[in-house]
């Protein structure tokens, strides 16, 4: 069954914007100024980063995991 072009408008490449997304994950435990520079630039570069906070269980935290998110959200 040939399912091309069936009622599907599609936007023709030329007249497509491409996303460019970043991830920048880390424990940030401390936050520094060195991680607040890399995502000022990257969100220069990139039309959509995302900040992933984790937990790294073989350091012990100075932040709790709410207080590095509001760090970051600074």
């Known amino acids: 069954?040939?399912?091309?072009n069936k009622g599907i408008r599609r936007t023709p490449i030329s007249?497509?914007?491409?996303q460019k997304i970043a991830v920048y994950a880390g424990?940030?435990?401390p936050v520094t100024y060195g991680h607040l520079d890399i995502i000022?630039?990257?969100s220069k570069i990139f039309?959509?980063?995302?900040v992933?906070?984790?937990t790294n269980k073989n350091k012990k935290a100075m932040f709790?995991?709410?207080e590095?998110?509001?760090m970051l959200k600074k």
């Open 64 to 66: 709790t995991l709410e």
């Open 68 to 70: 590095r998110k509001d």
């Open 47 to 50: 039309n959509h980063l995302v």
């Open 40 to 42: 000022e630039r990257a």
């Open 15 to 18: 007249k497509q914007v491409k």
């Open 52 to 54: 992933s906070i984790f």
């Open 1 to 4: 069954m040939d399912c091309t």
């Open 27 to 29: 424990s940030f435990d």
